[in-house]
Structure formats: C-alpha cells, structure tokens
C-alpha cells in the first residue's frame, strides 16, 4: 500500500494541477482511464482485466462535466482531509458526510464511482486514501501484525489473540506483517467453515492462516491476502462452496475482477481452487440441490470468460453442466462433523494428488 504520505502527495499535485489551470484563466480539465467496458481488456499475461488506452475527460467548462468535476474534487478534499488527521471512512459514511459540505449525490452508487474516479485520477487505491468499504471479513492463524494507525503506532498483535477471529478492517489492513510460523493461507467462503477450522485446531495442523471471505471478498481482504502471500511467501488455498458462484469466488482472487480493472494488488495468481469441485460432489456422494437457471446460465457466462479459458476452468464447468447440481461446504457434515477437517482438506492440502506438501521456504 501507498505511505499516507504518498497519498498526500498525490492528491497534493491534484490539487495544484486545477489551481494552475485556474490561475491562467482556464477552466480545469481532469483526464482519467476509462473505466467502461469498452475499455475493459483481459491482459494474458497477468492473468486479469486492466483497462486499455482509452482516455476520458472531465472539463470543468461543458456544463455536462461541471457536477462530477466538482464531486470528485471533493472527494479528493474529504480523502485529503482524512489522512492528514489519521482517521479513516467507510463509502456509506463519505456517501453521508457530503450533506454536510452541501455536496449532493443522488445515492451511494454515485458517490462509489466518483471514488473509482479519484481512484484513476490519482492512480491510488481508494484504501490507500482512508475509504474503505462496509462489508468486512475475518482473519485467524499464526501471524504477527504490527500497526501502523495512529496512535496505535509499532504495537503488534498475534492472530491467534481471539477465538472469533480479527476482523480485516482498516487497521489490519494498513499494518505491516512481522513474522508467521505458518505455511499457507486459506480462505474459505463461508463464516461456519472458518470456525470449524478455528475451533478444531485444523488451522495449527494445516499450519494455515485462515481468512473467511463472507462470499464475496472485499477488495480490503483480497489486498491483505495478496500482502501476506508476498510478505511471507505464504500461498494461498481457496475453498469454497461447489458452484458457478463457489468457483468465480476463487477466480476472482485469483485474476481480479473488472470491476477492479484501474487497481493493482488484489490478486494471487499462483492461487489455487481446492473445490467444492464437482468430481468432489461425485466422490464424496455429497448432498446437492438441482442448479437454477441462474446458476446455469452463470456457467455458460464463466465459460466465455478469458479467466476461464485454461484447461482445467472448462473442464469443470463442463463436469457442473454434465452433474447438474451444486453442494455447500458444509455437505461434508453428512459424514460427521468434522470429516471435512479429517479427510477433505488434509487430501487437498497435505497431500494433494499432484504435488509435495507445500512448506513456507
């Protein structure tokens, strides 16, 4: 992540690029990637979307531009404000906070796209100036984290310190990581499966840093997991529920997501999907529901999707669209309640069919 001072700098020369403008008697202009899909390419060899050439502008002197040129300055204001006196917002709270500045946005949806905005105009992330998002996920295993917010400057805190988990908020997500005894991470879809994984030890038996996505991760936990498989030469297991949802889960830690073509740092390549894959279904005779029309027509979208163009993405979809039918991670419990601890992850993990046990180098 980009040093607050960094940012500040950043949105400092913002800052004097429109007062110049104004100073010379002409009307600001901010240009900035275009961020629709047109410009939304899939770049092979980082493996994600990034966004192409294209430019846009906003002009301050087309009336047209004139609500949006002023929305972002002050969003570029309020993030400003932010960092110089350490504190940090969520998209709700900068959404709400504009009534107080007479700064209107019709809704939060608006308000989030200024950010995204901001975001390619400065070429930051939009943590790196303070804004994060509402959602949040959890992290537990055997890591020390030192933080770097203020007032809470160079103290550091074990992982393991709370049965429930640490949630990634803010402060974890800035703090700089010390030290671990663990040798992979492992993300999980679902709130219940990270605790199973808590409470049972698996974690200290796996030797793993357990991250619980929530579903879909923020980009807050994707970036903490992409700092941790660096910092730490840690890589990183994703397991999650055995659907086209399950997979693009996984796939979009793996290769981002177009949403997040403008931002750097928010995917593990060398990732890997340990399912619910549907062999998986076939050999543990898990129980399943029927896929919805939803779910089918998800699948026929994953498979026109460059993310998915590899040998093994089409082969399970193809397996999914043969089988028909998706299962939870929790349909392991059919077999007791900790069998997915005792025989599903130890096969995926400890000796997978294709690899030595992975150890932290």
Not at 61 to 74: E, I, M
Not at 228 to 233: F, G
Not at 297 to 316: F, G
Request: net charge negative; hydrophobic share 35%; with cysteine.
């Amino acid at each position: 992540m980009s040093s607050a001072g960094d940012s500040l700098q950043r949105l400092q020369e913002l800052g004097e690029l429109v007062i110049s403008a104004i100073k010379r008697g002409e009307f600001p202009k901010l240009e900035m990637p275009d961020r629709s899909t047109n410009n939304i390419v899939f770049n092979k060899e980082k493996n994600q979307f990034v966004l192409g050439p294209s430019q846009i502008c906003r002009d301050s002197s087309n009336t047209r531009h004139v609500r949006s040129f002023s929305q972002l300055l002050w969003v570029a204001s309020f993030a400003k404000t932010l960092l110089e006196s350490g504190r940090t917002s969520s998209l709700r709270d900068l959404y709400y906070s504009s009534e107080a500045y007479g700064v209107h946005f019709k809704d939060q949806a608006e308000s989030d796209r200024v950010v995204s905005d901001l975001e390619c105009v400065v070429g930051l992330a939009r943590e790196d100036l303070g804004i994060f998002p509402e959602e949040r996920s959890s992290i537990f295993g055997q890591v020390t984290m030192r933080y770097t917010v203020a007032g809470y400057e160079g103290r550091e805190i074990d992982l393991t310190m709370s049965p429930d988990g640490f949630p990634i908020g803010p402060a974890l997500v800035t703090a700089e990581p010390v030290a671990t005894d663990a040798e992979l991470i492992l993300a999980v879809e679902s709130g219940g499966m990270f605790s199973r994984l808590i409470e049972t030890g698996a974690w200290r038996r796996f030797g793993a840093v357990l991250v619980q996505l929530g579903g879909q991760p923020p980009r807050s936990t994707r970036r903490l997991v992409r700092r941790l498989h660096e910092a730490l030469n840690l890589p990183v297991y994703i397991f999650t529920d055995g659907d086209p949802w399950g997979m693009h889960i996984a796939q979009v830690m793996i290769s981002g997501s177009a949403n997040a073509a403008h931002v750097d740092g928010l995917t593990v390549p060398t990732a890997k999907w340990i399912g619910v894959t549907p062999a998986d279904i076939r050999k543990y005779s898990l129980p399943t529901e029927p896929m919805s029309d939803a779910d089918l027509k998800r699948l026929d979208e994953l498979a026109r999707d460059p993310r998915y163009a590899n040998p093994e993405s089409q082969r399970h979809i193809s397996e999914f669209r043969e089988l028909r039918r998706k299962a939870e991670q929790q349909a392991f419990s059919r077999f007791g309640i900790d069998f997915v601890v005792e025989e599903y992850l130890p096969d995926k993990i400890l000796d997978p069919p294709d690899a030595k046990r992975v150890t932290k180098q």
